[in-house]
């Protein structure tokens, strides 16, 4: 069993690394940006609360988000018992905290975090892109700015707190995706061989 965080800011390769992953180590993948959107493509009552959120690229509330991820875990218990790798969460510290009790009370851990390390002018770039091509609508100017300064101030912490839990594993994101997918496999080949 192979639990992974894949972290790094918006726009860092979390959704193209995480399809890569999967593929190599049939994880089961939970993107809760991707949860969130499909309640609001269906305008479900989590949905229409997570809008108000996301349209101005502010997180939803920490204890939302955590029984939210709680649901999707519960509802796919064979789909999930190979391992998870949840891509967007966490993204505060008590989120990393709720994380860990989650998968404790599971008898299971959180294996590694991959971090994706991109310079903050691709960020931007790339998330200009990605609007352009697939019309997400968090991805505009205004929203990204206030998506990166978000995570400057409440995501970024896990950075460290990953890093004193000793789980940290930086990944240069810059590269093509290519090569940051051989920099992952290179980095994640001590654990999955434990
Ligand atoms: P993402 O697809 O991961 O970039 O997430 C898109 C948006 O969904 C974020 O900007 C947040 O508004 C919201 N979101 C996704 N995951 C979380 C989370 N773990 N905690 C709070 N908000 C989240």
């Given at each position: 069993m192979l639990n992974i965080v894949i972290f790094g800011a918006p726009g860092s390769g979390k959704g193209t690394q995480s399809d890569n992953l999967i593929r190599e180590y049939g994880l089961y993948h939970i993107s809760t940006g991707e949860v969130l959107r499909d309640h609001i493509s269906r305008a479900t009552k989590l949905g229409v609360i997570a809008d108000r959120y996301i349209s101005k690229g502010n997180l939803i509330p920490d204890d939302l988000m955590v029984s939210v991820l709680e649901d999707v875990l519960d509802s796919n218990p064979e789909k999930t018992a190979r391992g998870v790798i949840f891509d967007g969460f966490p993204r505060t510290i008590d989120q990393a905290v709720a994380l860990n009790d989650m998968l404790a009370r599971r008898g299971t851990l959180l294996h590694a975090v991959i971090g994706l390390e991109v310079d903050e002018d691709q960020l931007m770039n790339r998330m200009l892109l990605r609007g352009k091509e697939t019309?997400?609508?968090?991805?505009n100017p205004v929203t990204i700015k206030q998506r990166l300064e978000v995570y400057h101030r409440q995501t970024c912490p896990l950075r460290d707190y990953y890093i004193a839990e000793g789980k940290y594993l930086p990944i240069n994101g810059n590269n093509s995706i290519d090569a940051i997918f051989e920099d992952i496999k290179k980095a994640l080949a001590p654990i999955v061989s434990k």
């Open positions: 019309g997400r609508a968090d991805d």
